[in-house]
């Protein structure tokens, strides 16, 4: 069987030096799916989180085309909030931001289970304009994640200062 794997991955590389000229990673093309299925992940819990925060805390029943964007924006606000008083307490470690989205994503599959919802993109009558838009820039978010940051103040700022933040436990940068 290895020895099956082993021909196969030879005959991929003399295909790419050879034929086709393009340079495939496989494993950078795996790692690069991993995280999109994170990202995509993220996005759903905070969806479901808010959606509960939602039907728990508020009374208002919002048009059904704004209780998305609701639902999205009050689980993105606890998710960063929950983080940020990790980081105020010291206890920012990636254990428990780890075990805090999986709680949460846990309370997002009790919250679908118990209240599904109608995800149709059929639209009766007219094309529905918020749909679209909104599907064009969750697109655009996803698209904008792919490519690194090569300046030298957004590495700092993405790369460095998290970092420390994660090695002290705390959103205060040690002096």
């Given at each position: 069987?290895?020895?099956?794997?082993?021909?196969?991955?030879?005959?991929?590389?003399?295909?790419?030096?050879?034929f086709i000229g393009i340079f495939f990673n496989p494993e950078f093309f795996l790692i690069q799916t991993l995280f999109l299925f994170y990202v995509l992940m993220?996005?759903?819990?905070?969806?479901?989180?808010?959606?509960?925060?939602?039907?728990v805390f508020f009374e208002k029943h919002y048009d059904k085309r704004l209780s998305h964007f609701v639902s999205f924006a009050l689980g993105y606000s606890l998710i960063?909030?929950?983080i940020f008083v990790l980081g105020l307490f010291?206890?920012?470690?990636t254990n428990n931001v780890a075990i805090?989205?999986?709680?949460?994503?846990?309370?997002?599959?009790?919250?679908?289970?118990?209240?599904?919802?109608?995800?149709?993109l059929?639209?009766?009558?007219?094309?529905?304009?918020?749909?679209?838009?909104?599907?064009?820039?969750?697109?655009i978010a996803l698209l904008r994640l792919i490519p690194p940051q090569t300046a030298g103040d957004p590495l700092d700022y993405h790369l460095r200062f998290p970092r420390i933040?994660?090695?002290?436990h705390t959103i205060m940068i040690p002096a």
């Open positions: 069987m290895m020895g099956k794997i082993h021909l196969i991955t030879e005959s991929i590389k003399d295909l790419q030096n050879d993220l996005f759903y819990v905070m969806f479901g989180v808010g959606r509960v925060v939602n039907r960063s909030t929950a010291g206890h920012l470690t805090l989205v999986t709680v949460l994503f846990v309370i997002t599959i009790y919250s679908f289970l118990k209240w599904p919802i109608n995800l149709s059929r639209t009766v009558g007219k094309f529905n304009w918020i749909k679209f838009f909104s599907a064009i820039f969750l697109i933040y994660l090695d002290a």
